[in-house]
């Protein structure tokens, strides 16, 4: 029997390096594997060369210049350096912080973390949809304010928030605005200026770039955004984020940006016509719900929640076959309902039987024909075997059964 392959849809945990990305860095682990800090010979110089350049690429993607890019580790590094160094920097003008209860752990976290050092954080909840409310947003803001953090688009579902509107917002009301792009960057057109953004997020591994490599915008001019360090050494990148320069990884971030921005228009064409495609087959199957705002979102993302089947046990009966996930990567370690669902208003039977489908530059019709041909079968399968299904089926309201406590 012919070994089928596995199709992988779960572009939003990581994507593969793009082999253009790889060729790319190559050089730079074994002829130029200068320390780019090291000032006074040529493979410090070609290193730093390497740097400057993908220092540029990163940039252009957003609208940026490259005096701009602190590079770090990762997103997850560029939100605690954001939100906690201005946190620090601007603690005489205040300390009270506006976020969404369906931001990443990275946010919410690091919120979280910084109460316990005094600052005092407003969590907005969204509507069903998973879109911010404005009028909400404007009224949180006091005199105390010092940043608003607002995700571009949402990691479960791919819910895009109006951005413009957000930046208008925080420039009248003079606060900061920072953005965790994760997910939208080298996806959809980003513009830092156009929308009012003095600090942005983005990793690599999310655009077909390498791992361990991210990036965090900090405005340079109009105003001049600083943050202070969270880690201390060298005083590299400007000072804000010490330690020996990733090379190859910058390298590699810098090629994933640029053909992520040439390319982006076109890809983007392709995927939503394929992500709708597995959406409408989808939810031809009875008892199945589409999650979050059907306008405002990214072009290759879909959440749908499979109504009377545990999202996780349906995985189990294809994950030989299809990658997805249930929730985020992030936390998909605990079997707990997906907290971004919850709080679109989903109930945690609907929260739980939700899978995540993220489609990529290396998806094919193939792929997606397979994956529609799996989530039938395995519907089927996991409803054959629930005795909830089989109640629903018989007309029996659910929510009114008493369950017997053991």
Not at 213 to 239: C, D, F, S, W
Request: overall charge negative.
């Amino acid at each position: 029997m012919s070994q089928k392959k596995i199709v992988y849809l779960d572009n939003n945990a990581t994507t593969p390096v793009d082999p253009r990305v790889v060729e790319a860095m190559l050089p730079y682990f074994t002829e130029h594997y200068g320390n780019a800090a090291s000032r006074n010979h040529p493979y410090g110089w070609a290193a730093e060369e390497g740097v400057d350049y993908g220092r540029k690429q990163v940039a252009k993607l957003i609208g940026a210049s490259p005096k701009e890019i602190i590079f770090t580790s990762g997103a997850t590094e560029s939100d605690n350096l954001a939100i906690k160094g201005v946190f620090e920097m601007y603690s005489r003008k205040g300390n009270h912080i506006i976020t969404v209860n369906t931001e990443h752990k990275a946010v919410l976290d690091t919120c979280k973390a910084l109460e316990k050092k005094g600052a005092e954080v407003t969590y907005l909840s969204v509507k069903n949809d998973g879109m911010l409310d404005l009028e909400e947003l404007k009224a949180a803001i006091q005199p105390n304010t010092i940043m608003v953090a607002v995700m571009w688009a949402n990691n479960e579902t791919g819910v895009i928030q109006d951005m413009e509107a957000i930046g208008k917002i925080c420039a009248d009301a003079g606060v900061l605005f920072f953005t965790d792009a994760t997910q939208a960057a080298g996806k959809v057109p980003i513009d830092v200026n156009k929308i009012g953004i003095h600090l942005l997020a983005m990793s690599a591994h999310k655009m077909y770039g390498p791992k361990g490599i991210g990036a965090l915008y900090v405005r340079r001019r109009n105003p001049r955004v600083k943050v202070t360090a969270q880690m201390h050494g060298g005083g590299h990148e400007r000072g804000m984020r010490s330690g020996t320069l990733n090379v190859p990884g910058i390298v590699g971030f810098g090629k994933a940006a640029e053909i992520a921005l040439a390319e982006m228009e076109t890809e983007a064409q392709r995927l939503a016509k394929l992500r709708d495609r597995l959406e409408t087959e989808l939810l031809k199957i009875e008892e199945t719900y589409l999650n979050g705002n059907r306008q405002n979102r990214m072009p290759h993302v879909t959440n749908i929640s499979f109504k009377h089947v545990e999202g996780e046990g349906l995985m189990m009966t294809f994950n030989k076959h299809l990658s997805v996930s249930s929730g985020s990567a992030c936390t998909s370690a605990s079997l707990e309902p997906s907290y971004v669902l919850l709080a679109y208003g989903l109930g945690s039977d609907l929260a739980h039987s939700s899978i995540r489908f993220s489609l990529g530059r290396f998806t094919t019709e193939e792929d997606i024909d397979l994956a529609i041909e799996e989530l039938k079968r395995g519907t089927q399968h996991m409803r054959d075997l629930s005795p909830i299904w089989e109640m629903y089926k018989e007309g029996i309201d659910l929510d009114s059964v008493k369950w017997s406590e053991h």
